[in-house]
């Protein structure tokens, strides 16, 4: 992957705004800085630059700033990258010489059919036939990609909503005494 072109503050707010949403606790600019200085993290001098200062930066260090802080708030055990989740599974399946691509194929078919908006019991039973793998490797499997999900960005999924009818809250309560 490319590398991401923004200014210092915007990605500082991208990142705490990560940690916020995941870990339930947003953090100042200063206090993420703190934690960085603390573990002697690479990545610090994103939150040493002036806020307005261009920055380039590849999405894998912006993840990693953000699991380093996660971990460091208590949010997760530790700061490992996202894939390493589904790496590990699908190599300790290979050292007990079982192939995980018919679990990954049948993964694929499930989401492709369209019939389920989540994977839940339903779509883990219909992916459990499909693979012909029994139900706890079938569950290892599906939590391991739920563990790179949540330690990972999503930057390809941005969307744009339209919010023009949104009614500005100085607008909503202008005529309100508190």
């Given at each position: 992957?490319?590398?991401?072109?923004d200014?210092?503050?915007?990605?500082?707010?991208?990142?705490?705004?990560?940690?916020?949403?995941?870990?339930g606790?947003?953090?100042?600019?200063?206090?993420?800085?703190?934690?960085?200085?603390?573990?002697?993290?690479?990545?610090?001098?994103?939150?040493?630059?002036?806020?307005?200062?261009?920055?380039?930066?590849r999405?894998?260090?912006?993840?990693?700033?953000?699991?380093?802080?996660?971990?460091?708030?208590?949010?997760?055990?530790?700061?490992?990258?996202?894939?390493?989740?589904?790496?590990?599974?699908?190599?300790?399946?290979?050292?007990?010489?079982?192939d995980?691509?018919?679990?990954i194929?049948?993964?694929?078919?499930?989401?492709?059919?369209?019939?389920?908006?989540?994977?839940?019991?339903?779509?883990?039973?219909?992916?459990?036939?499909?693979s012909?793998?029994?139900?706890?490797?079938?569950?290892?499997?599906?939590t391991?990609?739920?563990?790179?999900?949540?330690?990972?960005?999503?930057?390809?999924?941005?969307?744009?909503?339209?919010?023009?009818?949104?009614?500005?809250?100085?607008?909503?309560?202008?005529?309100?005494?508190?």
């Amino acid at each position: 992957m490319g590398h991401v072109n923004d200014s210092a503050g915007n990605m500082r707010d991208l990142i705490t705004e990560e940690v916020g949403c995941k870990a339930g606790l947003l953090l100042t600019d200063n206090e993420a800085r703190t934690l960085l200085v603390r573990s002697e993290h690479p990545e610090l001098w994103v939150f040493e630059q002036p806020e307005d200062a261009l920055i380039r930066i590849r999405p894998e260090e912006v993840d990693d700033i953000i699991l380093s802080l996660r971990h460091q708030v208590g949010n997760l055990p530790d700061a490992e990258p996202a894939l390493t989740r589904p790496l590990d599974f699908v190599n300790n399946l290979a050292q007990k010489g079982v192939d995980a691509g018919p679990l990954i194929d049948a993964l694929n078919q499930v989401i492709r059919s369209g019939k389920y908006r989540t994977i839940g019991s339903e779509a883990a039973q219909e992916i459990q036939r499909i693979s012909g793998m029994d139900h706890p490797t079938v569950v290892g499997f599906l939590t391991s990609i739920e563990e790179y999900q949540d330690r990972s960005i999503s930057w390809f999924h941005a969307d744009q909503r339209d919010l023009t009818w949104a009614i500005p809250l100085q607008d909503l309560f202008q005529s309100e005494s508190i």
